[in-house]
């Protein structure tokens, strides 16, 4: 299950919502050992694309130094769908690389029925995919 505090689970969405139509990108890092999202990392989409995203190689590699230094890790690797389901697509499942990590797919597509946006997380692990319980708390 992710535990997830509303005022992250409103900055995701919320980034979700600004970049529409492309897909929004970002990571919430927590203190390495703990599972426990803290600091929301929105990044930029390089490809600009509404079907498509990649974080930027520079950007990454300050990001990982930078959560080096602070003994953090990426709790949460997010993005936005802009016109299907929040589910993970083949291409997201391939690029899945940090087994601990809590994958959450926002949707900002309003024709599905289910309102304008979806919030979900899964767990990828050796290209397998697993949905979780998201629990939105107050505070941890």
Known sequence: MLTITQALY??????A???????AC???????????PERF??????????TFYEFDSQDLLKLYREMDDR???PVII??????TEAYPSRTDIGYANEPGAHYVLVSTADG????DFQFRSFRILDGEV????????GAY
């Open 10 to 15: 409103d900055q995701i969405v919320a980034h």
């Open 17 to 23: 919502r600004e970049d529409h139509p492309d897909e």
């Open 26 to 36: 970002g990571v919430v890092a927590g203190p390495a050992g703990t599972g426990r």
């Open 41 to 50: 990392i929105p990044m930029l989409n390089a490809a600009r694309s509404p």
């Open 71 to 73: 003994d953090e890790e």
């Open 78 to 83: 997010y993005h936005s769908h802009t016109a």
């Open 112 to 115: 599905d029925g289910l309102g």
């Open 130 to 137: 697993s949905e979780e319980e998201v629990d939105v708390v």
